[in-house]
């Protein structure tokens, strides 16, 4: 997708960088060098810098704050800041302590930010720098005297050297842990497409992402990873194939880290830019899922966002860090899951609470018994007769799904018909099991719960709300007279329509399934006749054809419609169905 509000990528850049500060009052920006700071910073700690290539925000500016990264410095969109922007950073964020120079494995990277630890070793500055390589898609062989590319593990970093310094560790012991935690991560990305630069020419050619295939391994500037895979993979195959270059110590070409089932792991789940909180928190649930289906892998920390992007990258990535060991380090013990879980001001850090690790949760889900609160009926009804009448009538209603569904493409999201379908459909399982029964009060509760399980949607709330109170009035009524006929069901067809009166305003003319209800249920009560009612039924639905929306999302189509009122259609089928 080429399509971009802001096309001048210096001006993202810059304003993407104010916006930190805009939400996080403790940072600054200098806007000419491109540097967002910590300016409360203690120049008596450790402080610690990173940068590269703007396009994966929120890193790095994001994870500046009290105890993350002291300041960050971004280059223009997937290249690294020039070596005086890093220069500059450093000056910034100066401490007696030292600082610590964090970069991801990128050429442009290890230069820049190399040559200005240089320039200021000149100085005499207290000054180390680690460059994180995390990304075993490219591996051993291919990736030569490069290496592994720096992904998601570099948040990682960013984090235990932060908290490390927070707690006062000298500049050594921070480099020690960053080094620590770097050989101890591993990372694998997956996307469907390649990304557009905002500014450059569209970059579509015949190496481009097809749309039936995704890359494996791909980088976040759109570099090849280690293979095309079509038609696209189930997801859960997919994360398997990702789970096995990350933990396969068979696979010489990329086996970095030995995780074990037996070692604290930390997951970290990562959305690339592109994909929906939806669908990312599937992925992420299902990676969870995979690990310790497939590897007895439970992770002590689960940690799932958007931390480190590819621009819109429509794809995730997935890292482990393998944080078993303890560092002892000036005379305390680091434990890379504490630096982890130790706060920050970051904002772009996703932080929950620490749970005590292991921990398992508590609660239970609450299980609600079928139909426990319902009272038994007094008298039986004819079974066979009822179940006929209701097979009737959901047939007709799957019918006309198709009819209700072009009604619905053109007044509304064209989801109606199958809404109305699997509900029927779903009452029609319940009708034809042996859970059907003879008492009325039960079925009518019974088949508001099958419609309340099934149906969602505008449809399924009010269908719900419709049957669950049309229990209600059987109960009522069956109780009350003691029989089981159609002065019985019309009756509380008129309990269940006063009911929806208090969740919907809407009535007759209003083009909406009510406009064939009212009229149904007011014949209904009247004649007790169901051949009435539903010609009363079909007559209110033919005059939505003419009436101007005032409800639903027909409201939005405007005044050219001339196709009645699909929730309408969907009742008059219903009514029809049982008048057969
Ligand atoms: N406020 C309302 N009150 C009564 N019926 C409504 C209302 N809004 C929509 N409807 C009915 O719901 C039908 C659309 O059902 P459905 O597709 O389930 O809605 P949605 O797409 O909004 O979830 C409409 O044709 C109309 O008959
Ligand atoms: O954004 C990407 C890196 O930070 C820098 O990449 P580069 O080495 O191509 O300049």
């Known amino acids: 997708m080429d399509k971009h509000f802001i096309n001048n990528p210096e001006e993202l850049v810059v304003e993407s960088l104010k916006s930190l500060t805009a939400v996080n009052h403790t940072l600054s920006v200098n806007e000419h060098e491109k540097i967002v700071y910590y300016h409360d910073y203690d120049k008596k700690k450790v402080t610690i810098i990173s940068g590269g290539?703007?396009?994966?925000?929120?890193?790095?500016?994001?994870?500046?704050?009290?105890?993350?990264?002291?300041?960050?410095v971004s280059g223009s969109i997937f290249a690294s800041p020039s070596s005086k922007q890093v220069y500059t950073g450093i000056e910034q964020v100066k401490s007696d302590a030292g600082t610590l120079v964090i970069c991801k494995n990128y050429t442009g990277d290890i230069l820049h930010f190399g040559m200005a630890l240089e320039r200021q070793k000149t100085t005499g500055k207290n000054i180390e720098m680690v460059a994180v390589a995390d990304d075993v898609a490219v591996g051993r062989e291919k990736g030569g005297k490069v290496g592994r590319r720096g992904l998601a593990g570099t948040v990682i970093v960013h984090k235990v050297s932060g908290a490390a310094a927070e707690a006062g560790a000298g500049?050594?012991?921070?480099?020690?842990?960053?080094?620590?935690?770097?050989?101890?991560?591993?990372?694998i990305g997956a996307s469907l497409a390649h990304v557009h630069v905002?500014?450059?020419?569209?970059?579509?050619?015949?190496?481009?992402?097809?749309?039936?295939?995704?890359?494996?391994?791909?980088?976040?500037?759109?570099?090849?990873?280690?293979?095309?895979?079509?038609?696209?993979?189930?997801?859960?195959?997919?994360?398997?194939?990702?789970?096995?270059?990350?933990?396969?110590?068979?696979?010489?070409?990329?086996?970095?880290?030995?995780?074990?089932?037996?070692?604290?792991?930390?997951?970290?789940?990562?959305?690339?830019?592109?994909?929906?909180?939806?669908?990312?928190?599937?992925?992420?649930?299902?990676?969870?899922?995979?690990?310790?289906?497939?590897?007895?892998?439970?992770?002590?920390?689960?940690?799932?966002?958007?931390?480190?992007?590819?621009?819109?990258?429509?794809?995730?990535?997935?890292?482990?860090?393998?944080?078993?060991?303890?560092?002892?380090?000036?005379?305390?013990?680091?434990?890379?899951?504490d630096l982890l879980d130790?706060?920050?001001?970051?904002?772009?850090?996703?932080?929950?609470?620490?749970?005590?690790?292991?921990?398992?949760?508590?609660?239970?889900?609450?299980?609600?018994?079928?139909?426990?609160?319902?009272?038994?009926?007094?008298?039986?009804?004819?079974?066979?007769?009822?179940?006929?009448?209701?097979?009737?009538?959901?047939?007709?209603?799957?019918?006309?799904?198709?009819?209700?569904?072009?009604?619905?493409?053109?007044?509304?999201?064209?989801?109606?018909?199958?809404?109305?379908?699997?509900?029927a459909e779903a009452v029609l399982e319940y009708v034809k099991s042996d859970k059907f029964t003879d008492d009325p009060i039960l079925m009518a509760r019974q088949i508001a719960d099958v419609v309340e399980n099934n149906m969602d949607g505008t449809s399924g709330a009010l269908y719900a709300i419709f049957f669950h109170s049309f229990a209600k009035g059987v109960s009522e009524k069956v109780q009350e007279l003691k029989k089981v006929d159609t002065e019985v069901w019309a009756a509380a067809?008129?309990?269940?329509?006063?009911?929806?009166?208090?969740?919907?305003?809407?009535?007759?003319?209003?083009?909406?399934?009510?406009?064939?209800?009212?009229?149904?249920v007011d014949e209904y009560a009247k004649s007790h006749d169901v051949h009435k009612a539903a010609k009363a039924a079909e007559e209110g639905t033919e005059k939505t054809k003419t009436m101007k929306a005032k409800l639903g999302r027909a409201v939005y189509v405007g005044d050219e419609l001339t196709v009645p009122d699909p929730g309408a259609v969907g009742v008059a089928s219903i009514i029809k169905g049982f008048a057969k």
């Open 53 to 72: 290539g703007a396009g994966h925000e929120p890193t790095h500016a994001a994870f500046v704050g009290k105890g993350m990264l002291t300041a960050a």
């Open 171 to 187: 500049l050594q012991t921070v480099a020690a842990i960053a080094r620590h935690a770097i050989a101890n991560l591993v990372s």
């Open 198 to 337: 905002p500014g450059r020419e569209d970059t579509d050619n015949e190496d481009s992402v097809k749309h039936n295939e995704l890359e494996l391994g791909m980088g976040i500037h759109n570099e090849p990873g280690c293979r095309r895979i079509s038609p696209i993979p189930k997801i859960d195959d997919l994360i398997c194939d990702m789970l096995k270059q990350l933990l396969d110590q068979n696979d010489k070409d990329r086996a970095y880290v030995n995780i074990q089932k037996s070692d604290e792991v930390v997951l970290l789940v990562n959305n690339l830019g592109g994909l929906s909180v939806l669908e990312f928190g599937a992925i992420a649930s299902k990676v969870k899922e995979l690990l310790e289906a497939n590897y007895g892998i439970k992770p002590v920390r689960i940690l799932a966002g958007t931390l480190i992007t590819s621009l819109n990258g429509l794809g995730f990535s997935i890292t482990l860090l393998r944080a078993t060991d303890r560092l002892n380090l000036e005379g305390k013990e680091w434990s890379l899951v």
């Open 342 to 423: 130790a706060p920050t001001q970051a904002t772009g850090w996703p932080y929950t609470e620490p749970a005590p690790l292991n921990s398992v949760n508590k609660l239970s889900d609450v299980e609600i018994k079928d139909n426990t609160d319902v009272i038994k009926s007094p008298v039986a009804m004819n079974k066979e007769a009822v179940r006929n009448a209701i097979i009737n009538s959901m047939n007709t209603l799957i019918e006309q799904e198709p009819i209700i569904t072009k009604y619905d493409t053109i007044a509304g999201d064209g989801d109606c018909g199958t809404t109305l379908k699997r509900g």
């Open 493 to 520: 067809c008129r309990i269940a329509l006063d009911t929806l009166y208090r969740y919907t305003p809407a009535r007759v003319g209003d083009r909406t399934m009510c406009d064939a209800l009212i009229p149904f």
